[in-house]
């Protein structure tokens, strides 16, 4: 016959509570979010900004409409 298999401890231990977790406020998290976001805006921008690459002219860009467009928007601001 076929013995029984060997019995698996299942005992947890839990770990001690992190003594820095509840040192980090709401403000303190929406603060450093508002950062990264601000690097990640700065870093593509940069990319941008940085490129030596002319931008290539589209053929629409030459049509009048697209110029009368252009006025209309700046006299409503």
């Given amino acids: 016959m076929i013995p029984p ?5 299942r005992e947890i231990k839990a770990r001690p509570f992190p003594a820095n977790m509840n040192k980090k406020t709401l403000a ?3 603060a450093d979010k508002k950062q990264r976001r601000q690097a990640t805006i700065n870093a593509i921008k940069g990319d941008y900004e940085g490129n030596d690459k002319k931008r290539f002219s589209l ?8 110029a009368k467009v252009a006025r ?3 006299e409503a601001e």
């Fill in 72 to 74: 209309v928007k700046i």
């Fill in 59 to 66: 053929a629409t860009e030459g049509r009048p409409t697209i």
């Fill in 5 to 9: 298999p060997e019995q698996i401890v």
């Fill in 28 to 30: 303190d998290i929406e």
